[in-house]
């Protein structure tokens, strides 16, 4: 417990943290901005207002196509112009060439629809979280062993895994409170800018629990995003271990895969990249298309599109994988490999 | 008394890819008895780090038996640590950490009284600068706070890899006095240096190692005497014939700059008594006792690593 004690102060208390803290609290508040003046509310004079336009709208329409502006004149040279029989009205004319009745939404600003925003919203906040989070796991290691502070720790505390175990689990404690309190903020100023620029309406039980449910789902991915990054610096012993690795997989993994497996022309090359992974986990399920088999095919008419699902449950089989197989890998490697 | 430090036929090898095979210990032994302070010496790369980090459970041995505190290490480890304070190379810390910051974490760690800090940081001399970033502190400044970091734990034995680098001559001295005090509250020091002048000055026993191994040990008076050849320093008015007296007399004499070195002498008062028989008169007479740098230049270079290994 001392030492758990010990390595949540020394994460709090290191500059990196928090800086990148700040950083993200920085970005979270330029994309919530956006959000916010980017909607209004739908008051009942904005939406008379909207209604008096689309109304002048299609007064407008009327009568330019009663007088035949709408098929030409100097604005459209050259323009055929369609038979508009005599005598008929503005609104007969429009009928005529199937054109709508323009629609008060459309007069109208954009407005936050909660129901609508709250999903890739919480889904935005878990990948920057993702990010935080590997860089917090990566440093907190990293920084020890090139600081010798992991030297000294060991000096005090003989037994490697316990101590590697308490870091992580420090750093898992750490980064589970900067989501739950950065998360309590997010989702209040998200029902502060559809209380202010939007509505609540249509959303049920079933929407707080869905949004709820992935809210948890990007919290594991964070404390997952957060061990990947300790367990890869902790076996380079280097902070840019990790991110070596990152951008490695990144650059090798994700771009150099998709373009040697295009190439290749293997069917679903989302098949092989983490990345598909990862966002199947968030939304549940992702569903990829395959035309590749059309090219070949003698089928006539439509050719269908082969699908490919990805369920959080494939997810949650290869990013543990993925995980363990790195933890573990770390937890090896520094039970056994001498402190030099 | 009783050994708190117990090495026996410890044995190293580092294998690399690039550097091949590199025997750093090579059946190495090491008794440090209690209340001592020790001197831990030799060259460079000759394995006395290795041999402190396998000690302190950093680096697996190949072979070899240890003991510390009277329990087998590696495995009794995790019971003796609190009770052994150690500082291993050169010391770093978190630049944007204070002294005081540093200490607290450790303290907390290792579950150490808070008010241990103020006591450490005023042994080190630290309690002004206390609240300042490591990074603004000089290398001496740190070493200090390495030694205090050792110091925290109330160590029964302290293990100080190079504790006097980087320190000036005053930070020297109080290292010094601090290492005495210590050994005199009955806290067994063992001490890495290459500041051979202060090892022959503060410690009670010393061990001499080269190329992975022992090749000398005891106390610091024992050691000095074992390489004493019985060497003294005569003036006398005519030294040509001086010398020819000695000589016929039957010891061996070098002359050197009208200064005669007699040689593998027991007794001083033979040369008197010979040259006065003569009516040769000694107008200085030294003994030329070997100190600890001389005595460690001639046991190492007999054992010097070839050129090209670590």
Request: aromatic letters at 6%; hydrophobic letters at 45%.
């Amino acid at each position: 417990m001392n030492l758990f004690k010990a390595e949540v102060s020394r994460l709090a208390s290191r500059r990196f943290i928090q800086i990148v803290v700040v950083l993200l609290v920085l970005l979270l508040g330029v994309i919530w901005a956006g959000l916010f003046f980017s909607h209004q509310k739908i008051t009942p004079e904005v939406r008379q207002n909207a209604e008096t336009r689309a109304t002048q709208e299609w007064d407008r329409l009327k009568a330019d196509c009663e007088s035949g502006r709408l098929f030409g004149g100097p604005d459209m040279p050259g323009k055929p112009r369609p038979e508009v029989p005599s005598g008929m009205t503005g609104e007969e004319c429009l009928q005529q060439i199937g054109m709508q009745k323009p629609k008060a939404e459309w007069f109208m600003p954009s407005t936050f629809d909660f129901k609508d925003y709250v999903q890739p919203m919480v889904i935005i906040f878990g990948v920057l979280l993702c990010l935080f989070a590997f860089l917090a796991g990566a440093t907190f290691v990293g920084a020890e062993w090139s600081s010798g502070g992991m030297m000294n720790l060991l000096l005090w505390r003989p037994r490697r895994i316990p101590v590697l175990l308490t870091k992580a689990l420090a750093l898992m404690a750490a980064v589970t409170a900067v989501f739950a309190a950065l998360g309590a903020v997010w989702t209040l100023l998200l029902y502060l800018t559809a209380k202010l620029r939007g509505h609540f309406d249509g959303v049920t039980g079933g929407v707080v629990q869905s949004a709820g449910l992935t809210g948890l789902r990007a919290l594991l991915l964070v404390l997952g995003a957060s061990l990947l990054g300790f367990a890869v610096a902790s076996l380079g012993r280097r902070t840019a271990a990790a991110l070596g690795a990152a951008l490695g997989l990144a650059l090798i993994g994700e771009v150099g895969a998709r373009i040697v497996l295009t190439l290749l022309r293997v069917t679903f090359v989302e098949k092989w990249l983490l990345s598909s992974y990862v966002t199947a986990w968030l939304e549940k399920k992702s569903t990829f298309e395959s035309y590749e088999h059309c090219a070949t095919s003698n089928t006539v008419g439509e050719c269908k599109p082969l699908t490919l699902e990805l369920t959080m449950n494939h997810s949650a089989l290869v990013l543990g994988v993925v995980l363990a197989l790195t933890v573990g890998g770390a937890m090896y490697a520094f039970q056994k490999r001498d402190v030099t | 008394m009783a050994a708190v430090i117990e090495i026996e036929g410890l044995r190293k090898t580092y294998r690399t890819l690039r550097r091949g095979e590199h025997r750093a210990l090579d059946g190495l032994d090491l008794s440090v008895e209690a209340g001592q302070v020790h001197g831990f010496l030799g060259p460079n790369g000759c394995g006395k780090t290795t041999t402190l980090r396998t000690l302190l459970g950093l680096i697996k041995a190949d072979s070899g038996r240890m003991r510390l505190l009277g329990r087998d290490v590696p495995a009794a480890l995790p019971q003796v640590a609190g009770a052994i304070g150690a500082i291993v190379e050169s010391p770093q810390f978190f630049p944007n950490f204070s002294a005081r910051k540093t200490l607290t974490l450790l303290a907390t760690a290792g579950g150490v009284r808070r008010s241990r800090i103020d006591e450490v940081l005023d042994m080190v001399g630290l309690t002004e600068r206390a609240g300042d970033k490591v990074k603004g502190y000089s290398l001496g400044m740190k070493q200090r706070l390495a030694v205090a970091s050792a110091l925290l734990k109330e160590p029964e034995l302290l293990i100080l890899d190079e504790p006097a680098n980087g320190l000036d001559p005053a930070g020297i001295r109080e290292m010094r006095d601090l290492m005495r005090g210590l050994a005199a509250s009955g806290v067994t020091v063992v001490l890495s240096s290459h500041i051979l002048g202060e090892v022959q000055q503060i410690c009670d026993s010393v061990t001499i190692v080269a190329r992975g191994k022992r090749i000398m040990s005891g106390p610091v008076e024992q050691v000095l005497a074992s390489q004493d050849k019985g060497e003294f320093r005569v003036r006398v008015a005519d030294h040509r014939r001086a010398a020819e007296i000695i000589s016929a007399a039957g010891a061996t004499v070098d002359v050197q700059d009208e200064i005669l070195i007699v040689k593998e002498l027991a007794d001083p008062s033979w040369i008197t008594s010979t040259l006065a028989a003569h009516e040769l008169y000694v107008a200085e007479l030294t003994p030329l006792r070997p100190d600890l740098e001389s005595v460690f230049l001639t046991l190492t270079d007999s054992v010097a690593a070839p050129v090209g290994v670590r």
